[in-house]
């Protein structure tokens, strides 16, 4: 149901049915380490190249959370899934390996959330009974794409963020369970000039302010109406900007903000600004956040995972930015 | 010999902080600042400086990617002593050519060998 | 009040500065040393073989080119190179771990398309810069040679 302006209520009740995270060595040695379903000894994760270690990492969250969920692997009517290589590969050789019917989306880091929402809507419309949501990131073959190879020993500034290597599913139903997906927004493509792709968190921080704005106008809520508002990627310099930016717009959203590249990773890991990709968000999200909300910990959860819609190629052509922000709302109820 | 070690460190060294400012500052890409310093290099050889730095610190001027841009300049004039305009296309990589196949050859062999460790 | 007009100004104050000094002070030290060591190979090549200074330059620059490349394969001249910046950069080994790096990165799409032809991606443009440059240069200079 369309709800205010760019959002969409759940009316019909969504659940999610189980979660699965799995990570490489560095996100395994972070603070979250022990929340995540499996991690890999090393980057290569049992693969020849770096791409083939993503798509082992996705399939391994696909494996895990179709197990934790109880269902039948030909029971899921549609995997939905993005990532950040070209043409989404990562996600498209992954499905490959299930019979199920599948579509590849981009969205970059915001693609978590993206496929959540839109996975959502599928179910609640009764298009799908059951719907694998999933994402993924490695750092080597994002640096490799993106960046420079991964050898070089170019120096790389304060602001930069590193990839996450990890892989995030969530199986989406309308069997009850004691998460439910209230409600999404869907963003807007915001570019406010920002030019360095070495400091995408303050690229960002519009576009998640941008959403997170229109998510509580459409919602009619505001910031003490959640435990808990996470961002994805801002990064160390891009979460100030956020908060500042949605203060500017009458929401005080300090006491309730996190940003999940700002929790994966220790200080002393070499990782700048914090972490990013992909995968940064659906590891916090569908790893210790449905944790705590089955446990009571968290109550009501805005998840506002941002993306950077950039290519190299394009930015090498003087262009500047543009970014997204899909936010999704996870609550806690009871199982019956 | 201890001032020529001397020297050569510490020239070295000042060319390396004028690419870190350029990093820093301008926040140039490290290619940026290689291939400025490589032009730089063949500049100041046709000022005919780079051959008196050279002498003054010797390892300190010639390790420098500086020292590119200058034999690239260096060979090709002294091929045009010789032939003319014609000899600069010639002179080019002679004294550049030991630098370059070296590392194209090493670059060969390690990415046949080894894998990137990420 | 930040905006989307003044937004590029705005966040100025966010982003966190170069560590200036520390870095120059880094690039100095890792880059003199890394010159320190060419000296002492022009001095070993003299003695031990005979060579002239100018005649000493080559092996040396493949030496350091050598060590670069061997450096890069073990995954140890990333790590020297996000301490050292333009320490590491601008030396000769700057050059040949650009070239290593990509080519060993790309050893995965085959040693035709992948290794061959990817190898010149970073270090393309110092060469084509060099060039042009020696050219422009030599061409000013052997003009007012001849006309002077």
Not at chain 1, 76 to 91: A, K, M, R, W, Y
Not at chain 1, 136 to 150: C, G, K, L, N
Request: aromatic share 10%.
């Amino acid at each position: 149901m369309k709800q205010g302006k760019q959002s969409w209520l759940f009316n019909n009740g969504v659940y999610i049915k189980g979660t699965a995270t799995v990570s490489g060595p560095k996100e395994r040695a972070g603070p979250l380490g022990q929340t995540f379903d499996y991690s890999y000894d090393d980057l290569y994760c049992e693969g020849k190249t770096w791409e083939q270690a993503e798509q082992n990492l996705l399939d391994q969250s696909i494996k895990i959370c179709i197990e934790k969920s109880k269902i039948r692997e030909d029971a899921i009517d549609l995997i939905i899934s993005g990532d950040l290589l070209n043409q989404t590969v990562s996600s498209n050789y992954t499905a490959r390996n299930y019979g199920n019917p599948f579509l590849g989306v981009f969205g970059a880091c915001s693609t978590s959330m993206q496929t959540l929402a839109i996975g959502s809507s599928l179910v609640d419309s009764g298009n799908c009974d059951y719907v694998m949501a999933s994402t993924s990131s490695h750092y080597s073959s994002a640096e490799r794409q993106f960046r420079y190879p991964t050898e070089y020993g170019g120096q790389k500034p304060n602001t930069s963020t590193s990839t996450v290597t990890g892989a995030g599913s969530a199986l989406i139903s309308q069997e009850r369970s004691s998460i439910q997906v209230e409600g999404a927004t869907i963003g807007k493509v915001i570019d406010f000039g920002a030019d360095d792709p070495l400091d995408l968190g303050s690229a960002m921080a519009p576009a998640a302010a941008d959403t997170i704005v229109q998510h509580f106008t459409d919602f009619n809520s505001s910031p003490e109406d959640y435990d808990l508002i996470l961002t994805g990627d801002l990064s160390s310099v891009g979460t100030p900007i956020v908060k500042k930016l949605a203060y500017q717009a009458g929401y005080d959203i300090e006491n309730v903000h996190r940003d999940c590249g700002l929790m994966v990773y220790h200080s002393n890991q070499n990782t700048f600004a914090g972490g990013s990709g992909c995968a940064v968000s659906a590891v916090v999200t569908y790893g210790q956040i449905v944790q705590k909300l089955r446990s009571g910990e968290l109550n009501k959860v805005l998840v506002v995972a941002t993306g950077a819609l950039l290519s190299p190629t394009i930015v090498q052509q003087k262009e500047t930015i543009p970014c997204i922000a899909h936010g999704v709302v996870l609550k806690r109820v009871s199982e019956s | 010999m201890i001032m020529d070690f001397f020297w050569a460190f510490v020239v070295g060294g000042s060319i390396c902080v004028i690419g870190q400012l350029l990093l820093d500052i301008f926040k140039l890409t490290p290619a940026h600042v290689m291939s400025s310093f490589v032009v730089a290099g063949a500049v100041l050889d046709g000022f005919g400086l780079y051959d008196k730095l050279i002498e003054f610190a010797g390892a300190g001027a010639t390790v420098p990617i500086t020292s590119f841009g200058h034999s690239l300049l260096h060979g090709a004039m002294v091929q045009a002593e010789e032939h003319g305009f014609l000899g600069i296309a010639v002179g080019i990589f002679q004294l550049t050519s030991a630098g370059i196949a070296s590392a194209i050859l090493f670059g060969f062999l390690v990415a046949i060998i080894f894998k990137p460790k990420g | 009040m930040i905006t989307k007009d003044n937004y590029k100004q705005s966040i100025k104050s966010y982003q966190p500065k170069p560590k200036y000094f520390i870095n120059c002070l880094k690039a100095f030290l890792v880059g003199g040393f890394i010159c320190l060591i060419g000296q002492g190979l022009t001095v070993f090549y003299m003695e031990m073989f005979g060579f002239s200074t100018k005649e000493a330059g080559n092996p040396t620059i493949t030496t350091l080119i050598f060590i670069a490349a061997i450096l890069t394969g073990f995954g140890v001249y990333d790590k020297i190179g996000q301490f050292a910046g333009a320490g590491s950069a601008v030396p000769v080994t700057g050059f040949a771990n650009s070239i290593t790096s990509a080519a060993l990165e790309h050893r995965t799409e085959g040693i035709v398309l992948g290794v061959s032809s990817n190898m010149f991606k970073l270090a393309g443009s110092v060469i084509v810069f060099g060039t042009v440059a020696a050219y422009v240069v030599g061409m000013i200079r052997y003009t007012i040679q001849t006309l002077f």
